[in-house]
């Protein structure tokens, strides 16, 4: 997208209905995915997905990069409170 030397870049960012052009932050696409990726994992009822949760659970015990610390950490910083188990 080719803009004008003037133009704000915020004003890029604004939505469409505020005057500007709509365009969305990679960063907070991002985040939103994580977070939705962790609530499906959490909400999906098939017995398959038992194994991928508890390796998500325990990569982020043992300290490596984990999906579900991730997704709690975004959903905070967007004032959500996530609280993700899994009953079963």
């Known amino acids: 997208m080719a803009r004008h030397f003037e133009h704000s870049t915020a004003l890029i960012y604004l939505p469409r ?6 365009l969305k932050s990679v960063e907070v696409e991002y985040k939103q995915t994580k977070v939705k990726a962790a609530v499906r994992l959490y909400i999906n009822t098939d017995p398959t ?3 991928v949760r508890a390796f998500e659970q325990n990569a982020g015990n043992k300290g490596h990069q984990s999906l579900v610390k991730e997704s709690i950490k975004y959903a ?3 004032g959500i409170t996530l609280q993700l188990g899994y009953l079963l």
Not at 17 to 22: I, M, T
């Open 49 to 51: 997905m038992r194994p």
């Open 76 to 78: 905070e910083e967007m």
């Open 17 to 22: 209905a505020d005057g500007g052009r709509g």
